[in-house]
Every structure is written in C-alpha cells, then in structure tokens.
C-alpha cells in the first residue's frame, strides 16, 4: 500500500537552528500539505502546496518558514531559526484532490525538539 | 478562533459498548466532514467520513450522524474493542481551499 514517509522521525536541535523535514508523498498524489501537532494538542494546518507554489497557509507558516518541492518527488519544510515554541510533531500529508475530493494521507511525522 | 469543537476531551468505554464523540462546527462553506483515528506515534489515519447532503454514513462498526441545521456531527462507534483505544479527530473542511480544520482530539480507552 502506497504511503507517505518521513525523515527525520525525531530531531533535537538548538534554539536558532535551521531545521529540514523531509517528506516523500505518495508518487500520483498532487496536493501537499504540512501539518503540526503540538504534544496532546489538535493537529493545525501549516501549508498546502499544489502545481510547484503555496496554495494556502495559515498564520502560524510565517516568514521563519518555507517549503520546497526540489526534485519532483521530495517535498521539504524548512523552519529558519527555530523557537522553542516550534517543538511539535511535524506531519506531512498528501491528497489526489482538493481538501473536499481527495483523501488525505499522513505520514508518521516528525518529532522536533528544540532545546 | 475554534473552527470545529469537539468533545468530551477523553471517554472511557466497556468492550462491547458505544462510544459516542460530538462536534460542532460554526462555518457554513464547510461540506466535508471526515474522522481521523491515530495511534500512539503514528499519523492520523482517514477512518469515515460525510458531507452534508446525508444525514447518516455507515461503515462496519463506524457511524457519522450529521445535523446540518445544528452545524454538528458525531461518531459512533458499536460494539466498541480495545482495538479502537486511539485518539479520534473530527475535522471539516470547505468546498474551495485545502485547509482542514481539525478538532482537539478526542482519547478513547476500551476496557477488555
């Protein structure tokens, strides 16, 4: 069964640190997203990516971040100077349809911690 | 701002009982309502889901009872079994964007 993975599956880092979270959708999927969860806390939206540019995003994607399709297949957050505040489990997702048509899959996410 | 509410925060069920969690959603444009189930150090996973043109979706044990003019919708889970210990996510979204708007999760224990 197709799925989307993750790496890394957990990261520690220092406060101020430029952090990469890498995703793999699943290959015929054409919207991606990032979501965030903070320990025992609902699941936000950060981003949703579609044809090569951000569709959407919330208040909480600020300038600190950004996302990047590089080679056709990876799909990357990357958070410029990391908060403490920004230690979450970081889940990528993707979907064949808009929010509405296309199931969303998850992937196992990513633990960030930043010390 | 809370887009959808859901509760109760955490629910304890017998094996063999319903376990039922309740939303409520404010904005109309929302039109697809799924439920996600996730385990402990996995992903949320798409487990049923409605829109508002129906009032009822059943899937094996799983039920969606939607009411569109109360703007609330709940899971209903039969015959309930420690298997389905999990958090339970509501979520909506609308007919234009991709943003999904989730619930605060719901932590259902099934006691053997």
């Known amino acids: 069964e197709p799925e989307v993975t993750q790496t890394p599956s957990h990261q520690v880092t220092q406060m101020g640190q430029e952090v990469i979270l890498r995703c793999v959708p699943i290959?015929?999927?054409?919207?991606f997203y990032w979501y965030r969860q903070i320990l025992g806390q609902k699941v936000e939206f950060l981003v949703s990516?579609?044809?090569?540019?951000?569709?959407?995003k919330s208040e909480i994607f600020d300038d600190q971040f950004s996302v990047e399709r590089p080679d056709g297949s990876n799909f990357t957050l990357k958070i410029r100077s990391t908060k403490l505040e920004d230690s979450a489990m970081y889940f990528c997702?993707?979907?064949?349809?808009?929010?509405?048509?296309?199931?969303?899959?998850f992937g196992e996410g990513s633990r960030l911690t930043v010390l | 701002q809370q887009q959808v509410k859901q509760s109760p925060q955490s629910l304890i069920v017998q094996k063999g009982g319903i376990s039922i969690i309740n939303c409520a959603y404010e904005?109309?444009?929302?039109?697809?309502f799924p439920w996600y189930q996730q385990f402990p150090g996995k992903g949320p996973a798409l487990l049923i889901a409605?829109?508002?043109?129906?009032s009822e979706k059943k899937e094996g044990r799983f039920t969606i009872s939607f009411n569109k003019s109360a703007k609330q919708f709940s899971l209903h889970i039969m015959d309930s079994q420690p298997g389905d210990s999990a958090t339970y996510f509501c979520?909506?979204?609308?007919?234009?964007?991709?943003?999904?708007?989730f619930g605060t999760g719901t932590s259902l224990t099934v006691i053997p």
């Open positions: 990516f579609y044809n090569n540019e951000i569709s959407e």
């Open positions: 979520a909506a979204s609308p007919n234009t964007g991709n943003q999904f708007y």
């Open positions: 904005n109309t444009a929302f039109d697809y």
């Open positions: 997702a993707s979907s064949n349809g808009q929010a509405d048509t296309g199931e969303l899959f």
């Open positions: 290959s015929n999927h054409l919207y």
């Open positions: 409605i829109r508002p043109d129906v």
